[in-house]
């Protein structure tokens, strides 16, 4: 192997998954140091790994699943001994609450860490929502280097009045939290209800409003602006938000086609210009109930079909755009909600910084449960890879 040129060596090792490309990295220090030390071979590698689809119940659950793509068979689901909230996900990074304690977590290298919330204004409303905790929520993660990741949670605050909407921010910075300096002041509109969550996209958080305007702030910097857009004079009821290809994404479906939308000239002029169209050719009529565009990553688009005359089973639909079909991912299990919150999960070896001893004690003294239930989910999501 160490008399391989180095581009063979990495077509090898791409094919690999992450357990075993652990392991590699034990036997061999010529390997190990291509593998780690190497800035290109992780950024790539992750590239090339297909999402899985991971989804909990929107208002909360002890229960999660997940999909591999391309695997029809029964989802992996796995049971918390609390009740579980996916707050955030991003760069491999979940965002939970578990127990009224948050928690970030690396399901990939298996570490975590609690966050305290008592200090924070924001969290303790966020936390009596009863829907839309993740829509004022944003999570971020960006890489400074090979083994720092900056990592920051954002709390949006609407206050609305007849003329106007002030937007106030809390970050959480390390173990506190402050307000943010900036305030951002624009007319009267709501952040959008069909935005389940903010959009994180080239170190920016995205909030879109009812009127089509779209909330960014930057975590780092602090600074916030409106991007003044409007929505696509043909947008339908079946949308979806989301980030791809380092583009913000608008998904716009009929029971024909999915249009798919990118912000172009977003710092200058921003409109919403057509990427893509997508066929929609999945749905069976005489047996549907309702359907819903879940998830777009740039690679895969989710789609989710409730079937009547089946006992409301549910259906996930996968389009691969690389190789342009539809394909089943898999079903429901019958006893989910429809209301839904999904994820693309992709792994990462984006690092969390591990509980110092004093704290660590502290926790595994006191609750055992909050400890048992990341372990759990960290398990489930362990073999995503293979």
Known sequence: MDTLPHHLLDEILFRIDHRSLAMIQCTNRSLQSHISKNPNFASEYFSRVRSSLLYIAFNGSPLLCYHLYGDSRSPRTVEALTECHILGYCSGLLLLFLNKNLCVANPLTKKFRFLNHSRSKFFPWVTTLRRGRQQVIGFSVDQIDRTTNSLKIVIINEVRNSNETTYEFEINVGYSWKLSETTLTCCTSNLDDRMKKPVYMKGGLHWLRND??????????????????????????????????????????????????????????????????????????????????????????????????????????????????????????????????????????????GLDAKEEEEILACDHKKISSINSIIRMLDGISS
Not at 318 to 324: E, F, K, M, S
């Open 212 to 353: 089509g305007s779209i909330v960014a702030f930057n975590p780092e910097t602090e600074k916030a602006r409106l991007i003044s857009i409007r929505f696509p004079k043909e947008l339908c009821s079946k949308t979806l938000f989301t980030a791809a290809d380092n583009n913000l994404i608008l998904i716009s479906a009929t029971e024909e086609v999915f249009y798919v939308y990118a912000v172009e000239n977003i710092l200058t002029d921003p409109k919403w210009v057509v990427l893509k169209q997508i066929r929609n050719g999945v749905l069976d009529e005489k047996m549907l109930y309702s359907w819903y565009s879940e998830a777009y990553d740039g690679k895969c688009l989710v789609l989710r079909e409730i079937l009547k005359k089946d006992h409301y089973k549910q259906v996930l639909h996968g389009y691969d755009l690389r190789a342009n079909k539809w394909e089943v991912i898999g079903s429901i299990p019958g006893w989910y909600t429809s209301a839904l919150d999904f994820y693309q999960f992709t792994p990462s070896l984006s690092s969390v910084i």
